[in-house]
């Protein structure tokens, strides 16, 4: 199973920038789908940006424009470019990791497919004050 270390986080006011990384190992040969989810206080886990591993990526519409994920495939590592950061942005965010083909831009639009993942970071936290 593939082990993930997130990294990255920390307090920012609004308007400022982050960019969160994920170190994975311990997987075999194959693809893996990657992105990055986020879970605040009271509320539930929910997915932020995925990524395939040739790097066609989806979004979380309040998160369009802001954020970049990307991958690099030889370094093992995924990442998240936080620009124009929100308060409601604050969160913990954690990756995830599948060889499920469509898992993980299904969980964009049907949270429900969330607790199919099994592959999970400890998280870095996020927060942004206005």
């Known amino acids: 199973q593939v082990q993930l270390v997130e990294s990255g986080g920390g307090s920012v006011q609004t308007g400022g920038s982050l960019r969160l990384s994920c170190a994975a190992s311990?997987?075999?040969?194959?693809?893996?789908?990657m992105g990055w989810f986020r879970q605040a206080p009271g509320k539930e886990r929910e997915g932020v940006a995925v990524?395939?591993?040739?790097?066609?990526?989806s979004y979380t519409d309040s998160v369009k424009g802001r954020f970049t994920i990307s991958r690099d495939n030889a370094a093992n590592t995924l990442y998240l470019q936080m620009h124009s950061l929100k308060p409601e942005d604050t969160a913990m965010y954690l990756c995830?990791?599948?060889?499920?083909?469509?898992?993980?831009?299904?969980?964009?639009?049907?949270?429900?497919?969330?607790?199919?993942?099994?592959?999970w970071g400890q998280g870095t936290q996020v927060t942004v004050s206005s």
């Open positions: 311990g997987y075999g040969p194959g693809s893996y789908y």
């Open positions: 990524i395939d591993a040739v790097g066609r990526a």
């Open positions: 995830a990791a599948t060889r499920v083909p469509g898992l993980l831009t299904a969980t964009m639009s049907d949270a429900s497919h969330v607790r199919r993942l099994n592959s």
